[in-house]
């Protein structure tokens, strides 16, 4: 017998209900704004060419790492899933692949990837039964039917998520060719880009040495002489903000910083483009560069997110055969208090810059990042990250951060994702989750329900326009105050 | 419109219905006790002298770095909140201070400054509307003019709020000449010191130097010598019993301790007040004292508390300009384990001393403070402190300490507050948030309402009476078993 | 007036009505499946010898670190609470002991020891009345009475008990004759051995060499030379097999792996039995034999479980004079990401390899342990540990981990206890606070109910089950696919 497929209204509300019922009111008023993604990881060339998506198991299982890492932890080769490898596509065929995803949903029970998952299949393609062994087939087949539709073409999801904005992300090395195309196609979706300079900066990048060459290509400049990369980065970034990017975006090891004197800025640069350099100095390079970013962007206006504390491709075994990104990339503890002490030791008290800085590592929201975003001008809190993206992540970001920093140092919601389909349901959690909370504070008398519901829709639609210059023209009225 | 300004008989409660009615019940056993406020910060020479305070921005915005950090976060100067710096006073006109302050009321949503400002707008001011940019002005003429009248001097409150013991904290360079003025003066009421010798041991102190010279001054003892030095210790220690002291603060940048022979600490004595100590000396040497001090302790009486792990001053050019205790001391990783075994295997199972342990790295509350006070008899949890004063950093410190150290190793509420308005509201904040986590353990059957009724008062007055000596006469009998 | 002791039915679900009404439901699924208990350190001559167990104080109260590590942080000395130190056994009477214990019963009230006592106290031994000064003399003759009976010898009370199998744990210098006696009674109860190679793989413990003299002896090895001390350790994990063992146990300082060539390898050992090591070689040593025994378990079997970041003997006096296990070991803060890494290197991606990961030090759980369990095909977590084997501890658990590893990387609970009387009680609190957490699932819609209500059952009894591998026969099947 199958079972239903039901998103409950209330959803991710408290059970009391009275505070659902605030909850609900909350939400009532966040519902159907538009979306506004300010960070992720789209494709350009899905809303440049505007081709018609695959079957489930390509669009839905293959690219997810959230997915193929669970399955993966059981004991499913990732060559079963149709992960390509570093040898080429996966040989497994999409069906059977989408029918060992479904015969192991339960691996899913209380995680996001379950939510995200049931609303697409509920919201974008419409079932009223679940996923699993038994449905594998009739999802298999219905997805694939209606993928083939114009309906579910990328431009018409776009404009039927109600999207206001999406920010993906390229490197310097990245021609931005999809973002002119789409410019130059007339459409109307805003798709920008971000600018994200780590394989130009991390010399411990398995890229480095072929970006930096396609660096110098793109830019004409000398990028092995350090005035010549710095120019280069200006100009990049000039090239990046002419294709809409409105920020930086920084993954490195470490939050650390550095302010070097500008001989020994050189003299480290010499070291790292002759690749004699130590893990130290690439860290120490990618340190100061964090802090020549900062300057430029007190320039041209980039807002600049620092996305620090994952240790990349931890499983040696599935690196080598696999490549990045396989959902083998760990948190580590990350400390901020002293690493952004040299950043912040120049440029902290300019309001006119503006830096987001991210964590892996829950412990720093009460101790030290919601005290320094609570103090400093230049810095605001990035949402609850990757694997704290969901319904407790969420709420341990709110409850941790928010008696010191504040909602108004934080910025909204940043789906991160690469898995477009998920977007509407990404917000949505985010959207639900954020009005629970505001709800328990005013059931519990700590707020009044007429600024919850201001702060409801600051969350979900000011703050991130306003922290992300998306909008730079008609600041919410909501907003003004401050200096 | 103006919005009503509520303050509602449940605040802080939890939502669900049966665990209301038992907070309700728990709360109203301890609403009504006297403030004991064992440790804090307010000015001694408001009570000697007995002078009205000022008006509503030099007495509630200027001194307060839990608001105006908020402010400065947001880009706000601190020279237009009235904030004096090195230079001199603020420039900046009371009422346009006040102004700025009130049309940003929004940034304190969610935070503990929300709960407290509106206590003491509604329950010391009487307000029945809420401060916002259209009531700025109507607040500050009526702060104004109840700060004029009798009814509002300091002494006049202290009455008010049914505090029966305050302490203030002093250095021992300090004469305590205004607890002996308030002493002599015959007014009842019960100010004591506290012994806070921070900057005769932290040679890193920018005010050491001159410290050390009153030190030698007040004690007529050469203390640059080893023995000098620890006999002035003695001498303050004594004069501050004297004024009513009955514990000692330590605010070091980390928890270490060490316990040196008598001739290696000698040796380093002499390298500190030799100004050639190296950073890692100047932390030996506050270790160090941390022993001394415990080794004082058991033959004085007096009750040590660390507070340790704030990174001071964060900010530089802030600290350039306005000087310390300016909302730039940002928390950083603490261990204790590690750090307080020195001076516990010198005196750790001794039960004549007693030692209050405080943390802002919150971690540490489930994994090394509760296993060691769960042990050690010298050892007690201070309570949740500084930016963890609030209501989740106080529900997150019972729900990670409880299991393991119990109630009964803590010790009770500080308020560890410069704002003596906002006295009563933060003791009545921390007795409802702990009436409300024992009000979800009742309502879990994870302990009888009669034992959390118990509980509820010994938290709220008879554990900080006893942790701090200061009710040696009649110890509350519902306290009374162990050894 | 005696205080009523009530077991409420609902105790530890959610105080909203329809959350605990879900609770309920799943609880009543679980309530009478069997005990597995697959680690633990009751002693085993308990069930080949079935003699009745003493009085009231040396059963429950001079055994359990738990109470009397609590007893001593409040001044009690350990003497009095029938404790035996160095010398010899305490000299204080038994019925002394525990009116002391009684009437500081309020020391352990919102401890898990409250819970579990209380459980002990109604559900073993029938008391309708609590336990506190006044009832100290009834509650220790009732028990002595009891004991006395043949219906509380240790086999009945293991039928009573509805234990399907139990783990205890030895070390490889011990002969396993009371598992060999308790095999040769013809007794249906499974109680089988886990081996703990500490003694002879820490070089740092106080018994390392005698422990190696007895491996020695037990193997006819040359367990000096390296082949001749793995061999032994291959022959005892065969004999320790024999004896019903499924798992190993490693209780280690730090999570620390290493992968060391053979050569390094054995010089390292030589240093080792030689004598001549540092503390960082004794270290080094003990992440080798992780990976050792890592190498053994894929030959023959045995599922690891590494039980790291205790500061063990924390409290000098006391270890001098009562010696190890008196409630002095202290959690520190523990790193998995690099500690693994050499293991997980060599070994990570073996599906049939099996390491269960413990931590004391709750911030790994969503930052390191989930996602390394949620990728990793040898890992899984183990429940919450030791000082978090509590109901907020619990929740925690699940709370951080769940998102990211799914409950299906997790292994259902361990009681873990010397506390044989406790075992139904500590079964039960894990059961209701797991389905308390599936009811806030499910009344946050973010699982059905049917799908909580299996998931119920697999954590209470599948998972431990197929995680200990103590049901190679009959897989459950609602845990079978994946792979």
């Known amino acids: 017998m199958a079972k239903p497929l039901v998103l409950h209204d209330d959803r991710l509300f408290p059970a009391e209900p009275s505070a659902r019922a605030v909850a609900r009111e909350l939400y009532a008023a966040v519902k159907g704004l538009p979306i506004i993604s300010p960070h992720g990881h789209t494709d350009p060339s899905w809303f440049s060419e505007n081709e018609s998506f695959g079957n489930a198991a390509d669009l839905l299982l293959a690219p997810d790492h959230y997915l193929y890492r669970m399955l993966y932890s059981q004991g499913v080769p990732l060559e079963q899933l149709r992960v390509p490898s570093k040898r080429g596509p996966s040989g497994a065929d999409p069906r059977e692949a ?11 029970r209380g995680t996001p990837s379950w939510l995200w998952l049931n609303y697409v299949f509920a919201e974008v393609f419409g079932f009223e039964i679940a ?12 997805i694939g039917e209606k993928l083939a539709t114009d309906a579910f073409r990328p431009r018409a999801l776009f404009e039927r998520f109600n999207i206001e904005a999406l920010a993906t992300t390229e490197g310097p090395q990245e ?8 410019r130059d196609s007339g459409w109307g979706g805003k798709v920008i880009t971000a600018y994200r300079p780590d394989p130009v900066i ?8 072929d970006a930096m060459e396609r660096f110098a290509q793109l830019t004409g400049q000398d990028v092995w002489s350090w005035r010549g990369y710095l120019d280069a980065h200006r100009l990049r970034r000039a090239a990046f903000i002419d294709a809409g990017a409105t920020s930086t975006d920084h993954g490195h090891p470490t939050a650390t910083t550095a302010d070097l004197a500008p001989a020994e800025a050189q003299a480290l640069f010499h070291k790292i483009t002759a690749g004699t350099f130590t893990a130290a100095e ?7 560069m964090l802090t020549e ?12 997110q620092i996305h620090p504390g994952s240790f990349r491709n931890h499983n040696r075994l599935l690196f080598e055969a696999y490549g990045r990104d396989k959902g083998a990339d760990i948190p580590q503890p990350t400390e901020y208090v002293r690493a952004l002490k040299p ?3 120049r440029f902290g008290n300019d309001p006119k810059l503006s830096v987001i800085v991210f964590t892996l590592d829950e412990t720093s929201y009460a101790r030290e990042l919601a005290p320094l975003a609570g103090h400093y001008p230049i810095l605001k809190l990035g949402p609850a990250w990757w694997f704290h993206d969901s319904p407790e992540g969420m709420r341990r970001f709110r409850e941790q951060t928010t008696e010191t920093a504040g909602f108004y140092n934080t910025v909204g919601f940043n789906d991160d994702t690469r898995a477009f389909l998920s977007i509407p349901a990404r917000h949505d959690l985010a959207r639900r989750v954020d009005c629970a909370f505001l709800a328990r504070l005013v059931s519990e008398h700590r707020m009044t329900v007429e600024e919850a519901a201001e702060t409801a829709v600051d969350l979900a639609y000011n703050l991130p326009k306003r922290a992300y210059k998306l909008d730079q023209t008609s600041p919410a009225g909501a907003l003004a105050p401050a200096a």
């Open 98 to 108: 989408w029918r060992l995803f479904a015969s192991n949903m339960k691996l899913f």
């Open 131 to 142: 996923l699993d062994e038994a449905t594998a087939d009739l999802y298999f087949d219905t």
């Open 175 to 182: 021609s931005l060719k999809h973002h002119h195309a789409i």
């Open 202 to 209: 991390d010399a411990e990048h398995e890229q480095f040495g």
């Open 282 to 288: 690439a860290e120490l390079f990618r340190a100061q």
């Open 293 to 304: 970013m900062a300057r430029m962007s007190l320039d041209d206006g980039l807002v600049m």
């Open 343 to 345: 950043l912040l030791d």
